[in-house]
């Protein structure tokens, strides 16, 4: 259990006068945590986070970001990616750099004045300032990158951004976090909404940024004419009930670690299942891998507790026009009622403190598995998924999931029966633009 101590109270550190005046604009006044103590929107824990040094330049020269947060985002889809990658030139990736350039440091602006406009006492935690600061920093590298003319230039920029994702891996579990510890400074859902944009928008500079990777690294290849059965990170042909398989198959071995050897459930289709499709692979199958894992996670409890033999899963596939549907249903018992109602939260919720406790011992948080290791040795997402520890919840799976379908335009719909099972809808937009939600967020 976290505990609170009187320390929480010394850790505003010396501030620069600029922030102390603000400070006193602010509201800081101790409030009473779920334990009956007073917090000061931190706790104890959060003193191994790096002292805050967020200075005066930060709120005063802002003149260059505001210059970036005022520029609209401008979207992609997933048809632009893979009509933009089938013929390379130097040209087109000389372009491509370019837009990557005033693209990222454009997209972390809005995210940075999101920051800016959250209470100031919630800023100053260590996790978010931390966050913040490493934004910023990233914002200067990139806006002051010059313009790109040549393949060289290009190569800078490629390390540029490689070097970025790898620090930015940090974000996830500081920034969940940062808003767990400023639970009681904000309203919740306002909180959730931030982080909800934060992540959204992360996924989207990774996206951009991988792609213009993997587009350099064919050309370098000389592989400049793409008929293969992925543009970069867009799959065009995936198929419906392999990807199911490839997924079941892993949540089924990591649950299986945890359940000393239970068996998983027998998986039945119905409906189009045979039908491909487009997406980016390791988005699809983070949400598969999360869905199928809970469905296999709750049947194996079942099993263990009342000796009953598994049941199938059913898994239907409905292909509309302009979407397709993945419906999942198990009969494993369905979800709690207390944990149904924070089931989308990062931030609220009794299991909000078990959450903060587990990621305190996680320096990394792969929002796509093994995005450390995809960046560094370009390794396929399913073979770095085994990379997952079995036994990690973080309660994170469906929120985390719910970014990535609705980051595409598509959305996740649970419906739990409670003592009977689950059915899990997933829907896949086949337009794949991203969500015009990254710039329209109201925190
Ligand atoms: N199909 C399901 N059947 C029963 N419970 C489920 C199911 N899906 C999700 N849950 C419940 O919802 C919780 C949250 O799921 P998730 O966001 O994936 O986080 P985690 O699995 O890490 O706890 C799970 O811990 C579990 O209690
Ligand atoms: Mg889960």
Redesign the pocket.
């Known amino acids: 259990m976290i505990v609170l101590t009187s320390k929480t109270r010394h850790s505003s550190r010396v501030l620069p006068t600029c922030l102390t005046r603000r400070t006193a604009l602010s509201s800081e006044s101790p409030t009473t945590s779920l334990f009956g103590k007073k917090v000061f929107g931190r706790r104890r824990n959060s003193d191994k986070a790096p002292p805050s040094t967020v200075s005066s330049r930060h709120f005063y020269q802002n003149e260059a970001l505001m210059g970036y947060a005022n520029r609209p985002i401008r979207p992609v889809s997933l048809q632009q990616f893979a009509f933009y990658g089938r013929k390379l030139t130097d040209e087109k990736i000389i372009h491509s750099a370019n837009f990557v350039r005033q693209e990222l440091p454009t997209r972390m602006a809005h995210r940075i004045h999101d920051m800016q406009r959250l209470p100031y006492s919630i800023i100053r935690n260590p996790h978010m300032s931390h966050v913040y600061e490493l934004y910023y920093h990233s914002f200067n590298s990139l806006r002051k990158f010059p313009k790109i003319r040549s393949l060289d230039d290009n190569d800078k920029l490629c390390n540029l951004v490689k070097d970025l994702l790898l620090r930015h891996t940090e974000v996830v579990p500081r920034v969940v976090m940062g808003v767990i510890e400023s639970a009681e400074l904000m309203d919740s859902n306002r909180l959730d909404r931030f982080i909800y944009s934060l992540l959204s928008s992360r996924i989207s500079r990774r996206v951009l940024t991988e792609q213009h990777l993997t587009m350099t690294n064919s050309l370098k290849e000389g592989n400049v004419t793409n008929t293969g059965e992925n543009v970069g990170q867009v799959f065009l042909q995936l198929h419906a009930a392999d990807v199911v398989r490839q997924c079941a198959d892993l949540a089924g071995r990591l649950v299986s670690d945890v359940h000393r050897g239970c068996a998983t459930p027998e998986i039945i289709f119905e409906g189009d299942s045979d039908t491909k499709f487009a997406f980016i692979e390791s988005h699809f199958k983070y949400m598969l891998g999360?869905i199928l894992?809970?469905?296999f996670?709750?049947a194996a409890s079942k099993t263990e507790r009342t000796g009953e033999p598994l049941k199938p899963l059913l898994v239907t596939v409905c292909n509309t026009p302009h979407q397709l549907i993945f419906r999942f249903s198990?009969r494993?018992?369905?979800?709690?009622s207390d944990?149904v109602q924070d089931?989308w939260s990062f931030a609220k919720g009794p299991r909000s403190l078990l959450r903060h406790e587990k990621l305190e011992q996680l320096p990394f948080f792969d929002a796509v598995a093994g995005e450390r290791e995809s960046i560094n040795k370009r390794m396929s997402s399913l073979s770095s998924l085994t990379s997952r520890p079995s036994d990690l919840?973080?309660?994170?799976?469906?929120?985390m999931s719910k970014v990535y379908a609705e980051f595409w335009g598509g959305k996740i719909v649970?419906k739990s029966m409670e003592g009977f099972g689950?059915d899990?809808f997933l829907h896949i937009s086949k337009l794949g633009i991203e969500s015009a939600f990254v710039e329209n967020t109201s925190i």
């Open positions: 999360e894992r809970n469905a996670e709750a198990d494993a018992g369905g979800i709690p944990v089931l919840f973080l309660g994170m799976g469906l929120p649970v689950c899990v």
